[in-house]
Nanobody, 118 residues
Framework: QVQLVESGGGLVQPGGSLRLSCAAS????????MSWYRQAPGKERELVAG????????NYAASVKGRFTISRENPKNTVYLQMASLKPEDTAVYYC???????????WGQGTQVTVSS
C-alpha cells in the first residue's frame, strides 16, 4: 500500500521558516523523482520543487528559488522542503508527489497546510 504522509505545516509569520517532511512507503522510494506542489485557494496546483532519485538534481519554481530547498534521505524514505523567508503568498496546501522513472506511477500525499500571516 503506497503512502505519502506530509508533516511540518502550520502557521508562521512573514519572514519565518518551516520544514516540511514527506515520509514514503509502499514503493521503491530511491528510484522515484520526488516533488512538492502547492495549491492556494482558488488557484491551480503548481510545482514548487522537484528532486531526482539520487538527490543530485533539483529544480524550483521561480517564485521560491533562493528561499526554498528540497532534499531527500533515501535510507529514510523521506523528502524535505526547507522553506525560509516565507511570504503571505506562500500560503497554500503543500503536497508531496512521487513519480516513477517511466512516469507510469504517480502518487500524492494528503497535503499539509502552510499559512503565512502576521
Amino acid at each position: 500500500q503506497v503512502q505519502l504522509v506530509e508533516s511540518g505545516g502550520g502557521l508562521v509569520q512573514p519572514g519565518g521558516s518551516l520544514r516540511l517532511s514527506c515520509a514514503a512507503s509502499g514503493f521503491t522510494f530511491s528510484r522515484y523523482t520526488m516533488s512538492w506542489y502547492r495549491q492556494a485557494p482558488g488557484k491551480e496546483r503548481e510545482l514548487v520543487a522537484g528532486i531526482s532519485w539520487s538527490g543530485v538534481d533539483a529544480n524550483y519554481a521561480a517564485s521560491v528559488k533562493g528561499r526554498f530547498t528540497i532534499s531527500r534521505e533515501n535510507p529514510k524514505n523521506t523528502v524535505y522542503l526547507q522553506m525560509a523567508s516565507l511570504k503571505p503568498e506562500d500560503t497554500a496546501v503543500y503536497y508531496c508527489n512521487a513519480e516513477s522513472p517511466t512516469g507510469y506511477n504517480n502518487y500524492w500525499g494528503q497535503g499539509t497546510q502552510v499559512t503565512v500571516s502576521s
